[in-house]
């Protein structure tokens, strides 16, 4: 009996330290106009926490921790992000913080993250221009613009695909975007450039110029929300003109709000083709769809690796309170995630894999580029 209940004294400690959490922050759009790619993010977030949590923790310097993920809604607007990351890293106390969607709300995140010494890890914003700033609290994730512009542009050049217009947010990442593929093709090679305004959902006069420049395609820099609708009235105008999005008009969602025959032929950038069979997709990607009922998403993806890749910043620094100690152990660290190796350059920028899918007539996809992972219908 006394050697029973020694084993079960023995436990205890182990038991107790199990049960110490360490804060996460999240800055996402759980409401507004970008609430949609925000359920994805958190997705990924809440998948990554649910495994290591249900593992018993992480270990670190003999101890195991819980995640505790405190997120909050900055709704893609900038004063909130500000005020969500101060929040943070003063009053949470949050060692690291994770995500945000919109380009703008990031750039005014990551002074505050620089001024507390707190790790702000990108897992969606593309705008170049935020791993220009010499911050070294700021680390992307995810391939910026110009990363996702290389690849689309060599793939459109090669197929021909001139004059190429745009429709395009009004915004940094629309002109952005924009701007980067006139730099690679050539301004000679560019034709109608038209902007919106978010909330806006008439696409008319913009499907009447691309008419009438004869653009043979046209790309779409959007989220899938005006992308639907943008592709319903060019091709309800009977346009037969070749269609090229974002990475948000490459999933299964993205399909129920349209149908096969107006997306087939339709090309994308993509960060994670999640029928590919690629061993470390296919896995994240049963793990996903079991516990959503879903494909799995390139967002959440990218912020399941951005979580994941923070506990083992915090596992190599050897702490879960010291921000400058967890910075400069992402500085160092290589993390084979579920998006591909993550290595940042000196700037605290990754260069993941960038895909090129295609909608096929039966509603699947297949992979163009890169060309070693290149595969047919129901690989995308």
């Known amino acids: 009996m006394l050697r029973v209940l020694a084993a079960l004294l023995s436990l205890l400690p182990a038991f107790a330290l199990a049960q110490e959490k360490v804060t996460v922050g999240i800055v996402t759009s759980l409401s507004g106009p970008m609430a949609a790619p925000g359920k994805f993010q958190m997705n990924g977030f809440r998948l990554a926490e649910e495994e290591i949590n249900s593992a018993g923790g992480f270990a670190l310097g003999g101890r195991k921790y819980l995640v505790d993920l405190k997120a909050y809604d900055t709704r893609a607007n900038p004063a909130e992000g500000a005020s969500a990351m101060q ?131 046209v790309m779409l820099l959007m989220d899938e929300e005006p992308g639907s609708l943008a592709i319903r009235q060019i091709r309800d105008a009977g346009l037969k003109t070749q269609l090229i999005g974002t990475l948000a008009m490459g999933s299964d969602r993205f399909l129920k709000r349209l149908d096969a025959d107006r997306l087939e032929g339709m090309v994308q950038y993509n960060a994670f083709p999640p029928n590919a069979a690629v061993p470390r997709i296919r896995a994240f990607s049963d793990r996903y769809r079991k516990k959503y009922g879903e494909e799995a998403h390139g967002f959440a993806a990218q912020s399941y690796d951005g979580l994941m890749l923070a506990v083992a910043a915090m596992q190599r620094a050897g702490t879960v309170t010291d921000g400058r100690k967890i910075r400069d152990a992402l500085a160092a660290i290589e993390h084979d995630g579920v998006i591909g190796r993550i290595r940042f350059d000196s700037k605290g920028q990754a260069h993941p894999p960038v895909y090129v899918t295609q909608w096929c007539a039966n509603g699947s996809r297949r992979i163009l580029f890169p060309e070693s992972l290149k595969a047919d219908c129901g690989a995308g």
């Open 87 to 217: 929040r943070l890293a003063t009053v949470d106390k949050a060692p690291v913080v994770l995500g945000e969607l919109h380009s703008g709300v990031a750039a005014a995140e990551a002074p505050i993250a620089r001024d507390y010494g707190v790790p702000l890890v990108l897992t969606i914003p593309t705008g170049p221009g935020l791993t220009e700033q010499g911050n070294p609290f700021l680390f992307r994730v995810n391939a910026n613009n110009d990363q996702l512009t290389q690849a689309l542009a060599d793939f459109v050049a090669r197929q021909g695909w001139t004059p190429l217009a745009f429709i395009a947010w009004n915004n940094d990442a629309g002109r952005g975007g924009v701007n980067g593929m006139k730099k690679l093709l050539g301004e000679s090679k560019i034709g109608y450039i038209g902007y919106f305004n978010v909330g806006e959902v008439d696409f008319a006069s913009h499907v009447s110029n691309i008419r009438a420049g004869s653009a043979r395609a």
